[in-house]
């Protein structure tokens, strides 16, 4: 598995790999993880030792002339291969090495372990802005084009500047003069500038992708992740507290110093004093350049970040509106495809009950014509489900009122040719009916009208048919009521086998309703309790 991000010029982007991200994907004992580790301790125990000799060598002497102190930082093994490590593998594996061996020569040579810490702080600072810096701009760092060159040539000066703070803090305890102290720190700041563009620069053109080919064949590259507003912020208090902290640690020296010569002489020389401010003076406006500098980028930054984010807020907002026109496009085709269907089925509904009509016209046997006269109602009640879905402008549901009455009027016209007074009356309270409850819902009032409209006048020719329907609470209360001559005792509707009752009892299910049926010689009451989330639109 290969997912080296490789730039349009050839050249490598900064993806580290952080301890906490290896050890989160990755066992400690896995082979690969355990041969990385082992490899990077053999590196710091190298750099340590590197350390070590040149220590023996009188760091930094006195006596040294600016070129001989230039030559020791050109080539300090220990921080070329902690930029390296910082490159290739990520800031946790560079800095450590780079400090442990900044910290152990200021430690043996006699400064103090706060101190020894600040100088040891200063390398790390320098280091920094190589990560701040690449983390930040996404630009390569394989020298494969001008852009990636000039970048880290920017970069290697503010690093070498950064981590020239460190010389102040040696010279206070070399006790050098004013003039050589000048002579320490831009040796100092030279020197590392100059290992990081003869040296370290043509190390990352001639390895950098090789490898990074081989990391990404072993190891899976975390994501790259977007500058954020808050680690802008974090960055810039972070550089600017520590350079803050170096800009005191001078001022606190350049105390010290003035004390004890003081306490060594009745006289203070005015040289000595002058080279303290002087020290001083460099320190602070070394670190308020470095500042400066640091929140000009961070600006350019928050522009950029600013700048990004406008442009992906009106990407996503041309593709939401894109997205949203083909959308709508999409479902009008549908709306027009589905009322195209319903208006078909309602057509072709609408022919089979005109054969009916037909076929009831030719017939004289009164039974087969009361079935025709059935199955007509029951095929008009599924057409008007689809006509009224048809006419509707909303596709999921319709007017249980309008449904209602509709479906009532039609049942109650089918028997008028009998010869019988019978009165529709309704009582309905409007709500919005799921289109898909519609039909078993409407069947079922059709077949108990159907059932009312043979049996219940049978011995009268006037009577009242009642559709009531109140919503009590969470539930839809169905009620139809006639005031016909009752069902004789001997028959048990709810052991029914004949079609219409079946169906009845088959639609009460469906819409998870409960049934109550009440008859007596004053009439026959049919009452429906319906959970208005099985009815309303879902």
């Keep these: 598995m290969n997912n080296t991000v490789h730039n349009g010029d050839g050249g490598v982007t900064w993806k580290p790999i952080s301890f906490e991200y290896l050890l989160s994907n990755y066992t400690f004992s896995s082979p690969r993880v355990y041969l990385l580790f082992s490899g990077w301790l053999i590196l710091i125990a190298a750099a340590l030792y590197s350390t070590a000799l040149i220590y023996e060598k009188d760091f930094i002497s006195v006596t040294l002339s600016r070129i001989e102190i230039v030559d020791y930082f050109v080539f300090n093994p220990a921080y070329i291969l902690g930029i390296l490590l910082l490159f290739w593998v990520g800031f946790e594996w560079g800095f450590i090495p780079v400090y442990l061996s900044s910290f152990f020569i200021a430690y043996v040579s006699g400064i103090e372990v706060m101190w020894a810490t600040l100088v040891g702080l200063s390398f790390i600072m320098g280091m920094g802005f190589y990560a701040l810096a690449y983390h930040s701009f996404r630009v390569d760092f394989s020298m494969r084009s001008l852009k990636s060159v000039v970048l880290f040539v920017v970069v290697s000066f503010l690093s070498a500047l950064a981590s020239s703070m460190g010389s102040f803090i040696w010279s206070?305890?070399?006790?050098?003069?004013?003039?050589?102290?000048?002579?320490?720190?831009?040796s100092w700041w030279t020197g590392m500038f100059f290992q990081s563009i003869i040296i370290v620069g043509p190390l990352l053109y001639l390895f950098s992708r090789k490898i990074d080919e081989i990391k990404s064949t072993y190891f899976k590259l975390p994501e790259e992740r977007n500058v954020s507003i808050k680690w802008i912020y974090g960055s810039v208090i972070t550089v600017a507290v520590t350079l803050a902290l170096f800009i005191f640690s001078g001022y606190q020296l350049g105390r010290i110093n003035i004390a004890e010569i003081i306490g060594t002489q009745q006289m203070i020389a005015s040289q000595d004093v002058m080279g303290s401010l002087e020290a001083f003076e460099i320190i602070a406006w070394t670190a308020i350049g470095l500042i400066v500098i640091t929140g000009f980028t961070a600006i350019y930054l928050l522009a950029n970040w600013n700048k990004t984010l406008r442009a992906e807020v009106i990407s996503q907002t041309r593709d939401l509106l894109e997205s949203r026109e083909k959308l709508k496009k999409s479902l009008k085709e549908k709306d027009i495809l589905f009322k195209e269907l319903q208006h078909r089925v309602k057509?072709?509904?609408?022919?089979?009950?005109?054969?009916?009509?037909?076929?009831?016209?030719?017939?004289?046997?009164?039974?087969?014509?009361?079935?025709?006269?059935?199955?007509?109602?029951?095929?008009?009640?599924?057409?008007?489900?689809?006509?009224?879905?048809?006419?509707?402008?909303?596709?999921?549901?319709?007017?249980?009122?309008?449904?209602?009455?509709?479906?009532?009027?039609?049942?109650?016209?089918?028997?008028?040719?009998?010869?019988?007074?019978?009165?529709?009356?309704?009582?309905?309270?409007?709500?919005?009916?799921n289109m898909s409850r519609a039909i078993p819902l409407g069947l079922m009032i059709s077949e108990i009208m159907i059932n009312a409209h043979k049996h219940a006048f049978n011995s009268t020719d006037k009577?009242?048919?009642?559709?009531?329907?109140?919503?009590?609470?969470?539930?839809?209360?169905?009620?139809?009521?006639?005031?016909?001559?009752?069902?004789?005792?001997?028959?048990?509707?709810?052991?029914?086998?004949?079609?219409?009752?079946?169906?009845?009892?088959?639609?009460?299910?469906?819409?998870?309703?409960?049934?109550?049926?009440?008859?007596?010689?004053?009439?026959?009451?049919?009452?429906f309790s319906i959970p208005l989330t099985s009815i309303e639109q879902s």
Excluded: C
């Design 172 to 186: 206070f305890f070399q006790q050098l003069s004013a003039t050589d102290m000048l002579t320490v720190w831009k």
């Design 347 to 433: 057509n072709n509904l609408a022919q089979v009950h005109g054969m009916l009509e037909l076929q009831e016209a030719m017939i004289d046997n009164d039974e087969v014509v009361k079935l025709l006269k059935v199955s007509k109602s029951r095929i008009h009640t599924m057409a008007l489900a689809h006509e009224a879905l048809y006419k509707n402008n909303d596709l999921t549901d319709i007017s249980l009122k309008y449904y209602l009455e509709q479906i009532a009027e039609i049942t109650h016209e089918s028997f008028l040719d009998e010869g019988k007074e019978i009165e529709l009356i309704y009582d309905i309270d409007d709500i919005h009916l």
């Design 463 to 527: 009577g009242v048919l009642k559709v009531v329907s109140k919503v009590k609470g969470k539930s839809l209360v169905l009620t139809i009521k006639d005031d016909g001559t009752g069902i004789p005792d001997e028959i048990d509707l709810s052991q029914s086998n004949s079609l219409g009752m079946m169906l009845v009892q088959s639609f009460t299910q469906q819409l998870k309703a409960k049934m109550d049926l009440k008859s007596n010689k004053t009439g026959t009451t049919f009452k």
